[in-house]
């Protein structure tokens, strides 16, 4: 994880970690990433439960059962991010959990935002072509394409198979961070390696990571917001709703964390100058919030679109399949058989 991405900086944080409002962060970090944990296995797996087993199998189910399962496996692995916080980033656990579980928080966070926008562009066709997609939306071209935002986080989370490892200060503390020794003949030589690597990972995160989905996002919503303009009507389906919800919060989450690593990416050599502390004791919290989206999905997914008191009284699994059920024709994915009309259905009903 980005807490620790190198031993030269794992040095310059000794002092910072003394301080006691980065002590009093790092608890507070805690007790999120705790809630965070708790909520996120029982939430997304309960969507998982829902959305894999108990409704009918459509594109809409498939995108939100796939964003479950990210969020899922991601909230898996805070027990031991907790664990290694507490530590003041020490690791415990060895070399293979060290590169495993960073392999897998980093596929399924770029993995997430993939989807999001995978997600985001299919709502646009079924709003700007619905005759198109009556007749060619099914669930196993979603099954084919859906595999693209996987493959894509894979091929990003390659620095990770190559550069993550189990690094010791010579004093004693293990951590699993980038490890750099076998780059260079000298310190020099691993400062300069470092700095290379790091700053492409930065950009990669924070270009193709972040900025890129969610400029995809931010179009298909102009797009979407037109169509509804041009056919005078204000109304949204209930799948738009809930991609909405699901957007805003990634975002609100999000952009913070994205906003101190790029800062963390510009200044990187300051940083091993242990310049700008302040960043390090932002990192806690602004990650920890990036972390809590993982569990905020299926609570977006019961109440958002319905009055919330009615919600409460029925059951979640009920609530759930309403909320990721798909709505009329034109979107639907179990209808393959071609439209005969060619007249456009309304951009509402998605």
């Not at 995108?63 to 907790?82: E, G, H, I, Q, V």
């Not at 060290?98 to 709003?127: E, H, Q, T, W, Y």
Request: with cysteine; aromatic share 12%; glycine share 4%.
């Amino acid at each position: 994880m980005e807490s620790n991405f190198s031993i030269f900086v794992n040095e310059s944080k000794e002092n910072v970690r003394e301080s006691p409002v980065f002590n009093a962060l790092r608890i507070s970090s805690l007790v999120v990433l705790g809630v965070t944990f708790v909520l996120g296995i029982l939430g997304n797996g309960l969507v998982i439960w829902v959305a894999g087993f108990r409704m009918a199998r459509t594109v809409t189910t498939l995108c939100y059962l796939n964003l479950a399962l990210a969020d899922f496996s991601f909230t898996s692995t805070l027990p031991f991010l907790m664990v290694s916080t507490a530590m003041n980033e020490k690791w415990p656990f060895g070399w293979f959990l060290c590169k495993f579980i960073n392999i897998v928080v980093d596929i399924n966070l770029f993995g997430s935002v993939f989807l999001i926008a995978f997600i985001a562009l299919d709502r646009s066709i079924c709003v700007l072509h619905p005759v198109w997609a009556q007749n060619h939306r099914t669930v196993s071209l979603a099954r084919k394409v859906i595999l693209v935002p996987w493959i894509l986080a894979l091929v990003l989370t390659s620095q990770i198979f190559i550069f993550m490892g189990i690094v010791n200060d010579g004093r004693g503390n293990t951590y699993c961070t980038f490890n750099f020794a076998p780059w260079g003949a000298n310190q020099t030589e691993r400062m300069e390696a470092a700095v290379t690597i790091l700053t492409a990972r930065g950009i990669i995160r924070f270009v193709i990571g972040f900025t890129t989905p969610m400029s995809i996002v931010a179009i298909c919503y102009g797009l979407i917001a037109a169509k509804i303009r041009k056919k005078d009507t204000m109304d949204t389906s209930r799948p738009l709703r809930v991609l909405t919800a699901v957007v805003v919060s990634f975002f609100i989450c999000w952009f913070p964390f994205q906003l101190i690593a790029l800062l963390r990416t510009i200044w990187i050599r300051k940083l091993f100058e242990r310049k700008y502390p302040i960043l390090d004791i932002l990192l806690n919290p602004v990650r920890s919030l990036a972390f809590f989206n993982s569990c905020l999905n299926p609570v977006l997914y019961v109440f958002v679109g319905q009055d919330f008191r009615k919600r409460l009284i029925h059951s979640l699994p009920a609530s759930l399949e309403r909320a990721l059920t798909e709505d009329s024709a034109p979107s639907s994915d179990t209808t393959t058989k071609p439209v005969s009309s060619s007249t456009e259905a309304e951009p509402q009903a998605m």
